[in-house]
Antibody
């Protein structure tokens, strides 16, 4: 079964940092682009960042550019999101997702991890 | 690119047909539009991609159609587990999502 297991959420003060991790299993991780999508509580979905199969290409949503960094370690089947200079408006559930096309549709979702900036 | 979903809430009974709309502010190239279902407390699930393609495991009561700027998701006969929130997403340009349509039990 294709799975994405997330860790690293929690509560952080405004201006602080947090690192999210996501470990993939059940598929060949290095064959896929990956992304992070977030959902503020009770709200809709927002694309945060994406990375191609080897980490050579990344892109970010306007609201996080310059503050968040997406990375991956194919040897560890893992995806990361380093979040710096956090703001109250970054409070959301963050989903690690598989993105077969790079910036395309999402076919596998992690369960989500809550980041609270307060 | 802005996606506008309508209606905001759809109140229907099990067994009825549901039609959800997604209007896009710019032409969607290559029919790059997807639909997701999100049940309470769960992550979204892919239902439809490339406007009308169903991933394996998605029941055939779900179908997608449309072109250009107007797209729709149809659920032919609502099952109890289909009452949820549905989102459309375009990936013709930088990916964006609609605000969601809630399908609730009447």
């Amino acid at each position: 079964e294709e799975q994405l297991v997330q860790s690293g959420g929690g509560v952080v003060r405004p201006g602080g940092s947090l690192r999210l991790s996501c470990e993939a299993s059940g598929f060949t991780f290095r064959d896929y682009a990956m992304s992070w999508v977030r959902q503020r509580p009770g709200k809709g979905l927002e694309w945060v960042a994406d990375i191609n199969w080897n980490g050579g290409t990344t892109s970010y949503g306007d609201s996080v550019t310059g503050r968040f960094t997406i990375s991956r370690d194919n040897a560890k089947n893992s995806l990361y999101l380093q979040m710096d200079s956090l703001r109250v408006e970054d409070t959301a559930f963050y989903f690690c997702v598989r993105d077969p096309m790079l910036r395309g549709y999402i076919d596998v979702w992690g369960r989500g991890t809550l980041v609270t900036v307060s | 690119v802005v996606l506008t979903q309508s209606p905001g809430t759809l109140s229907l009974s099990p067994g009825e047909r549901a039609t959800l709309s997604c209007r896009v502010s710019q032409t969607v190239n290559y029919n790059y539009l997807a639909w997701y279902q999100q049940r309470p407390g769960q992550a979204p699930r892919l239902l439809i991609y490339d406007t009308s393609k169903r991933p394996s495991g998605i029941p055939d009561r779900f179908s997608g159609s449309g072109a250009g700027t107007d797209f729709s998701l149809t659920i032919s006969r609502l099952e109890p587990e289909d009452f949820a929130v549905y989102y459309c997403q375009q990936y013709s340009s930088s990916p964006t999502f609609g605000q969601g349509t809630t399908v609730e039990i009447k």
